[in-house]
Nanobody
Framework: QLQLVESGGGLVQPGGSLRLSCAAS????????IGWVRQAPWKPREGVSC????????SYADSVKGRFTISRDNARNTVYLQMNSLEPEDTAVYYC????????????????WGQGTQVTVSS
């Protein structure tokens, strides 16, 4: 049974950077496309980014394109989200999940979810 655990969140100033990790256990990550989704209070859930099972294809929401980079290291059974030029609007709980990938991030078929990691961007 696949399990996902996010880590790397924290408090960062605007313009700063964080790298989130999504570590898998219980199954090889090679089989799964992985999406990052964020949830902020009083905002809709937003798909942020997605990466195909092989890592050959990536996609991003317009709100993060050019600032965030998704990658994966299947040998380490881990997916990463490098977040640069962070803005207060990026504040949210970030989740990784198995998903289908669309052109602007994950596009449904969510399966296994991690527990989430809090990202707070504030001065």
């Amino acid at each position: 049974q696949l399990q996902l655990v996010e880590s790397g969140g924290g408090l960062v100033q605007p313009g700063g950077s964080l790298r989130l990790s999504c570590a898998a256990s219980g199954d090889t990550l090679d089989y799964y496309a992985i999406g990052w989704v964020r949830q902020a209070p009083w905002k809709p859930r937003e798909g942020v980014s997605c990466i195909s099972s092989s890592g050959s294809s990536t996609s991003y929401a317009d709100s993060v394109k050019g600032r965030f980079t998704i990658s994966r290291d299947n040998a380490r059974n881990t997916v990463y989200l490098q977040m640069n030029s962070l803005e207060p609007e990026d504040t949210a709980v970030y989740y990784c999940a198995t998903a289908y990938c669309g052109v602007a991030g994950p596009d449904g078929n969510f399966g296994t979810w991690g527990q989430g990691t809090q990202v707070t961007v504030s001065s």
